[in-house]
């Protein structure tokens, strides 16, 4: 079956810092990237979704100039969250679907940022 | 390792029956579960979230229950529309990860 990673899987960081999060497809080509977040005991809720090679489309109220996401290749997306406060402390989540497999995303295992 | 099971992989029914969707998991040590729902080529969008001391949620025309003793969980739609037609998928939080269940694909037909 097709795998998604994330790197790293824990990071914990000080305020004011930025943070990179990265998201790979190991297995297959990833068109579309989809990023998700959850605070603790919250639903886990859809940021953005990205396509290789164009600017991410961000949900409401998310902020686009603080959660960058980048998609330049079918491989990989990576999500950083600039000038990092404890109040993004939260569980991210990426997931990927890509040629062939447009209908079923992939889920990578999550990056729990921890910022002091 | 967790492992979330969804049973049936695709359901067809007529508009206005009431239907199940079935969750299970192998590990009761979780944190939460959450229902979700996924149109194509769109992100997943959040239903209910149960916490691990919560045996059931409410949205609506929507009820889930969980059973974590027996590793279980059901989405209960009601009254079902074409609308409802999407893939809904359950996942289990432990803590530190989340385990996505295959989905089961629904149909609602007018």
């Known amino acids: 079956g097709a795998v998604v990673s994330q790197h790293p899987s824990w990071v914990i960081c000080k305020s004011g810092t930025s943070v990179k999060i990265e998201c790979r497809s190991l297995?297959?080509?990833?068109?579309?990237m989809f990023w998700y977040r959850q605070f603790p005991k919250q639903s886990l809720m859809l940021m953005a979704t990205?396509?290789?090679?164009?600017?991410?489309?961000?949900e409401q109220g998310v902020e686009k100039d603080k959660f960058l996401i980048n998609h330049a290749s079918l491989t990989l997306s990576t999500l950083t969250v600039t000038s990092a406060h404890p109040e993004d402390s939260s569980f991210y989540i990426c997931?990927?679907?890509?040629?062939?497999?447009?209908?079923?995303?992939?889920f990578g295992p999550g990056t729990r940022l921890t910022v002091l | 390792k967790q492992e979330v099971t969804q049973i049936p992989a695709a359901l067809s029914v007529p508009e206005g029956e009431n239907l199940v969707l079935n969750c299970s998991f192998t590990?009761?040590?979780?944190?939460?579960l959450q229902w979700f729902r996924q149109d194509p080529g769109k992100g997943l969008t959040s239903l209910l979230l149960?916490?691990?001391?919560?045996r059931e949620q409410t949205s609506g025309r929507l009820n889930a229950s969980l059973d974590k003793s027996s590793g279980r969980s059901t989405l209960y739609i009601a009254a079902s529309q074409p609308g409802d037609s999407a893939t809904y998928l359950c996942?289990?939080?432990?803590?530190?990860?989340?385990?996505f269940g295959t989905g089961t694909s629904l149909t609602v037909i007018p």
């Open positions: 990205s396509n290789e090679g164009s600017k991410a489309t961000y």
């Open positions: 297995d297959f080509q990833a068109t579309t």
């Open positions: 996942a289990v939080n432990t803590g530190n990860q989340f385990y």
């Open positions: 997931s990927a679907s890509g040629t062939g497999r447009t209908d079923t995303q992939y």
């Open positions: 590990d009761s040590a979780i944190y939460n």
């Open positions: 149960i916490q691990s001391s919560q």
